[in-house]
């Protein structure tokens, strides 16, 4: 399986660091052998080799500051950018993570429907490419036979499009309900142990879970994000982010933090999605309510179904590792 990868910060280091630790163990135990051939980055270089790129050296030469530092050879090719590498690259997936825009997708989607012309699956870490383009894609993956994956979109490598598509398609979901952003529930669960906001934040970027505007984050259009992608793949619901009301977590004070646990409480920032929108937003929560429990960067989402009643599922939400996973997971359901 010949790969093409758009964006290399976190989630594309992530994806490439279980290639170089996984990928022997892959093969051997799956008979699975995902081939990276090309990576672009905005203003870091763009590498191409048809016979497959090997991840150490691509980490290590963006380690040393671009893939400029990535080692010669024979076949290999420096492209000027991420429209040359698709034109050119013989392939079989475009891989889309690069920074999330959830307002435009753009260059993103672009980059998606290029690929799907030259008869490419499409699997995505970037959620502006399934908030704006969700549909135009999955007409076109329909059109050329091909698929389009979005599963590191939401809760990172936490299976939750797959189990709301495919375990829960039959069992009538009416209601979804969680805490859809590592980055908030991080900097929540550390105020409430005394952390002040900003150094919570800062730590959140350094391990990597934050947007690369983390006011995405805070302000709750990430979570909001992640909420229109499940109304429109799971309910088939023609939302945008206009329907949702969103309010971030901003407006919680430490104060607020010690008050609410005096009270036997804590503030979570919940997520309610329903086929005709919902709202992103501070929720105090009891400490006995299950999402009480769930902290740092882990996220959690309830289905209420009509066959099951409610179905929940706690996971990782964000991560380098754990959002490259998903990519790994789209890429098993192509074989
Ligand atoms: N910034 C996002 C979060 C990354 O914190 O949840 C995962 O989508």
Redesign the pocket.
Known sequence: MRIVLIGFGNVGQGFAEILRDYGEQYRRALGFRPLLVGVATRSRGVVYHPDGLDPAALLDAIASGSLHNYPDGASLLRLPNADALIATAAADVLIEASPSDLQTAQPALHYCEQAMARGWHVVV?N?GVVVQGYASLSALARQHGRQFRFE?????GTPTMMLGLDALAGAGITRLRGI???????ILTHMESGMSYAAALAE?QRLG???TD?T??VDGW??AG?AVILARTLFGANVTLADFHVQGIRGISATDMALAHEAGATYKLIATVTPQGGNVQPVRVPLDDPLASVKG?T?AITFSTTLLGDVTLIGA???RVQ?GYALVADLLALR
């Open positions: 870490a959620k590191a979109t939401v809760m990172a859809l952003n590592g980055t908030t529930n991080y959140a879970y934050a947007e983390p995405a984050d990430d979570a992640k960067a996220n939400g964000a991560g959002t």
